[in-house]
């Protein structure tokens, strides 16, 4: 009833995992991960539980292979389950069991693992592993800085290939996928990079890959604040502009591409997006005069909002 993918990207540490099905709401069940410890798909007859289990061993020091088939033998239903497993390192693991329902597939390569049940034709998890390791970045998301396609655009161009050949047999609805960071951190709920869900919808691929995109943009958004918070300001703006190449016209990144310019000293650039951003929504500016108010989008000595938003355009 579902096909996916977990992987792991050799050039930034990052770890991932996708999927589509015909089942409502697949991503509050199957994609599972954990900031420099891996990730995990569960699915067919699906058991939430083995996500947690092969995330918790993984972090204990097993390797993929050990942590799924200890998670595996304790399972009494494992007949019925298909399992995915990426680690930190980009060792996977794959687990099938026997009355798993046709067509059914997994297939194993460098850095990754694909897993099919329920399909309308063989070969999904072959074109899933060949969209995988040649993907060039055309695909639904985003690019990294330095060009090359993202972690969650390769992993949406597999889940892609897959529909190509028919997916599911029961047709299409949810999607899901997460992506986080190559390096640990203390608790399991952060470094998560990616994180989004289509629940229902007639196109869950396409939507999937929109909300990769919405995702991508707001992060860039998150890297200029935190830029901004250290007083770098070009890096702020740098972070600003690339997330709203992502997203144009999105009133948060506008916010954050604002104050940006007036950190950089660009005045008058800031003061004609400030009144656009306003003039789009007028609730806008009570935001704006908060943030300013407390400190948060400092102003240059003798600058005042009114003047930002009286400042004739150039």
Known sequence: MTYSIVARDPATGQLGVAAQSCYFALGAVLPWARAGVGAVATQSMVDPGYGPRCLDLLAQGLNPDDALAQAVAADDGRAVRQVGVVGATG???????????DHVCHAEGEGYAAQANMMGRDGVCAAMAAAFEASDGSSSGGASSDGTPSLATRLVGALVAAESLGGDARGQMSAALIVVEGTPHPHPWQGVLV??????????????GRLVRVAEAYHLCDVAEESLVRGDTAGALAGAEAGLALLPGEGNLLLSHIAALIGVGRLDEAAAELQGLVASRPTWEGVVRALIDRGLVPLPEGVTVDQLLARPAR
């Open 91 to 101: 060792a996977v693991a794959s687990y099938t069991g026997t009355m798993c329902i």
């Open 195 to 208: 994180d989004v869900r289509v629940d229902h919808h007639p196109d869950p691929l396409g939507e999937l």
